[in-house]
Each structure stands twice: as C-alpha cells, then as structure tokens.
Nanobody, 123 residues
C-alpha cells in the first residue's frame, strides 16, 4: 500500500512561485508513476503533470506547460512540483497520486492519493 503525503502549499501573489512535495512510502516496484492533479471549487479534477519514476519521462497539462516542472528524488522517494509564474486561475487543492505501470493523464487510473494541499494565488 503506497502512502503519499503532500506539503508546500500556501498563499502566494500572482507571478510568484511555490514548490510542492509528495513524499511516498510503501511502494513495491520502481515501475511507478507519480502524477499531480488539482481541483478548484465547483470544477472537475484536472491533470497537471506526471512523471515516470524509472525513466524520468514527464508530461504536462496544457494550462501549466512552460510554467510548472515535475521532478523526483529517488533517494528521498519524493516527487516535486515546481510552480512558477503562478496565476489566480492556478488556485486549487493540489493532489499527488501514484500508480504502477505506464504514464497516464486520467485521475481514474491512479490507485493511491494524498490528502491534498491548498494553493491560493492572489491577484
């Protein structure tokens, strides 16, 4: 059973930066994918970014491409989401999720979820 704990959310002004962390424990294979999703009030959960743990391949949602960077630290078993040039529309609860197997953009494909961390961007 994989357990995920997010941290790093907060309040930031538009144009600022935040880095989210997702610490994982309990995984049993390196054939593993971590994704970040977000959900704003009244909206559906949205794909943000994903990374394949072994190969380091990444994929981003169109709304964050060029501004956000997903990465991982194997030694710490932690994934990161560096968010730059933040906009008010980035305000949401951000969730870290994990699955075994291939990269996937769909939330339903992920078996393990963190508790979420709030990111608020003021204008």
């Amino acid at each position: 059973q994989v357990q995920l704990v997010e941290s790093g959310g907060g309040l930031v002004q538009a144009g600022g930066s935040l880095r989210l962390s997702c610490a994982a424990s309990g995984r049993t294979s390196s054939n593993y994918v971590v994704g970040w999703f977000r959900q704003a009030p009244g909206k559906e959960r949205e794909f943000v970014a994903t990374i394949a743990w072994n190969a380091g391949r990444t994929y981003y949602g169109d709304s964050v491409k060029g501004r956000f960077t997903i990465s991982r630290d194997n030694a710490k078993d932690t994934a990161y989401l560096q968010m730059n040039s933040l906009k008010p529309e980035d305000t949401a609860v951000y969730y870290c999720a994990a699955k075994y197997g291939n990269l996937n953009l769909y939330a339903a494909a992920y078996s393990y979820w963190g508790q979420g961390t709030q990111v608020t961007v003021s204008s």
